[in-house]
């Protein structure tokens, strides 16, 4: 059975960091290119980035190039977004999906809470 | 990149027939067959419903089904059922190598 479960949200104040976690099992999780998206409090889902299957080719949504860095670790079957400089805006859940043939994505963790304030 | 186009909230009574729109553009929907749709209930993770504009994953339901025309992608849903009642997203993948959603479409079965 395929999970993806999300870790590493919390409360931070803007400017600052988090790193969020992606742990999976039940597939090959080497042989999959890897996604966040993300859902503000009662809005809409927003693709944040994605990552090849060897963690050499990355994409990222403009709202988040230069603050935000996604990788992964296949040995450990693990996704990373490391968020810095983090804005009221980058309140959200934050989910972890695989994407499929690339182009869409056919399973979802759970998702973990990012909020910004101070 | 701008958002795909959806209808803020559709509406049917159970047994109908509805269908939701998602507009994009030519550097998205119009050109690639790329199109996705997801339904999400409340405070759960969205579930993959369409893929590749007419694909339906093992396990859903074949009263959805999904098309595309030029710039529009749709979703259609036959035989509406209460538990349908949820929101949907579209997505397509885009020439600038990222993907993007719809808004969003609250569909209420009435």
């Known amino acids: 059975e395929v999970q993806l479960v999300e870790s590493g949200g919390g409360l931070v104040q803007p400017g600052g960091s988090l790193r969020l976690s992606c742990a999976a099992s039940?597939?090959?999780?080497?042989?999959?290119?890897m996604h966040w998206v993300r859902q503000a409090p009662g809005k809409g889902l927003v693709w944040v980035s994605r990552?090849?299957?060897?963690?050499?080719?990355?994409n990222y949504a403009d709202s988040v190039r230069g603050r935000f860095t996604i990788s992964r670790d296949n040995a450990r079957n693990t996704l990373y977004l490391q968020m810095n400089s983090l804005r009221d805006e980058d309140t959200a859940v934050y989910y972890c999906?695989?994407?499929?043939?690339?182009?869409?994505?056919?399973?979802w963790g759970l998702g973990t809470l990012v909020t910004v304030s101070s | 990149q701008s958002a795909l186009t959806q209808p803020a909230s559709v509406s049917g009574s159970p047994g109908q027939s509805i269908t939701i729109s998602c507009t994009g553009t030519?550097?998205?929907?119009?050109?690639?067959?790329?199109v996705s749709w997801y339904q999400q209930h409340p405070g759960k993770a969205p579930k993959l419903m369409i893929y590749?504009?007419?694909n339906r994953p093992s396990g859903v339901s074949n009263r959805f089904s999904g098309s595309k025309s030029g710039n529009t992608a749709s979703l259609t849903i036959s035989g509406l059922q209460a538990e349908d009642e949820a929101d949907y997203y579209c997505?397509?993948?885009?020439?600038?190598?990222?993907?993007?959603f719809g808004g969003g479409t609250k569909l209420t079965v009435l």
């Open positions: 999906t695989r994407g499929r043939l690339g182009f869409y994505f056919d399973y």
């Open positions: 997505s397509s993948y885009t020439s600038s190598s990222i993907w993007v």
């Open positions: 590749d504009v007419t």
């Open positions: 990552i090849s299957s060897d963690g050499s080719s990355t």
């Open positions: 030519s550097s998205d929907v119009g050109t690639y067959n790329y």
């Open positions: 039940g597939f090959t999780f080497s042989s999959y290119w």
